[in-house]
């Protein structure tokens, strides 16, 4: 089937007049980096002497922030950070990404998620990660903080054209909080997507999840090989969360459309060539699908324009973002998908 590119480009300008809610397990990125100077005489490792240090926004929080860079931050983000340094640190990455963080809610009793790669370098060899060290608290929320966010996310969602559930099971999005954005979003007719690596039949309600495969194949038991095996699994996931559609992102094959009826649209990936980094590529996914599905757009327009934009930002390093005009530019003159 051959995709009304004139359509396509249309409801790529229009990427910015949607404003999108991202809850759940808010992350910072802190990266290390030295120069390798010597071996310590305390232990054998590498001393290194501190360059620079770089925040950037991880988890849920990189969905947020591929968000802002499309829609101009008409973006908000709800989930926890802790009493401690690192909060403002993910703060001030927030405010810098041009992202709206006032509704994040403190809980003393937990770590604010935190990721810190430590990297050296010589100048006979490229930057090497070293180490990484986690930091974040795997026990479930309590009760007060679960009610706090409740509170917040069904205040806010009226406000909004879709909500973003990213859960990247670190414990923020539990059942209720999970079943009060579901049950909210219905009542003003907002779609909620899910981005979420496991237990997908938590999220019973919502419009649309972005599963990649080797997910998906954990979720029904089989790997997906052929076509009717991804109408299977597609029909198996909307049978359980009652969905309208499923999004799998498939690496270098692209993406698969399932939408209620058995309908079946593989996307092919548009330019396999120069691949540095996938780093974060499903939350471009995630944060482009869901603005265009909030303008609008059919889920197989919207899953086009999802790809594209992972088709940029895999040739950079990191996490990555895109904008409306990198996603215009890099916009195939002619786009055929598989029914």
Do not use: W
């Amino acid at each position: 089937m051959l995709i009304d590119t004139k359509k396509l480009s249309d409801l790529i300008k229009k990427l910015g007049e949607a404003k999108i809610l991202v809850v759940g397990d808010l992350a910072l990125d802190e990266m290390v980096y030295g120069d390798t100077e010597r071996i310590s005489r305390e232990a054998p490792v590498l001393i290194l002497q501190h360059t620079h240090t770089k925040f950037i926004l991880g988890g849920a929080s990189n969905a947020a922030h591929n968000v802002s860079k499309i829609n101009g931050g008409k973006v908000s983000v709800v989930g926890i950070v802790g009493d401690d340094y690192q909060a403002q640190d993910l703060k001030n990455a927030f405010k810098e990404a041009g992202i709206d963080c006032s509704s994040l809610i403190t809980d003393n009793t937990r770590k604010t998620i935190t990721k810190t790669r430590i990297s050296g370098s010589c100048s006979q060899s490229i930057t090497q990660q070293i180490v990484r060290i986690d930091r974040q608290t795997n026990a479930p929320i309590s009760k007060e903080t679960e009610e706090k966010i409740i509170e917040k996310v069904v205040g806010l969602i009226p406000e909004y054209d879709a909500v973003i559930l990213s859960d990247y099971h670190i414990g923020t999005l539990s059942d209720n909080i999970i079943n009060a954005v579901i049950e909210t979003a219905k009542k003003y007719s907002i779609k909620v997507i899910v981005d979420a690596q496991k237990d997908l039949n938590r999220y019973k309600g919502v419009y649309s999840m972005t599963p990649n495969l080797p997910d998906t194949q954990k979720h029904v038991g089989y790997y997906l090989r052929k076509k009717e095996d991804f109408i299977n699994a597609g029909a198996k996931l909307i049978e359980n969360t009652g969905a309208e559609n499923v999004l799998i992102t498939c690496g270098s094959d692209g993406m698969v459309v399932i939408e209620r009826g058995d309908k079946y649209t593989h996307i092919p990936v548009f330019n396999k060539s120069r691949v540095f980094d996938v780093t974060g590529a499903g939350d471009t996914v995630t944060a482009t699908f869901t603005l265009a599905l909030a303008i609008g757009a059919e889920p197989v327009y919207a899953a086009i324009i999802g790809n594209i934009a992972a088709g940029i930002v895999i040739k950079q390093f990191g996490c990555a973002t895109t904008n409306i005009e990198e996603i215009l530019a890099a916009m195939p003159a002619k786009i055929e998908v598989e029914e």
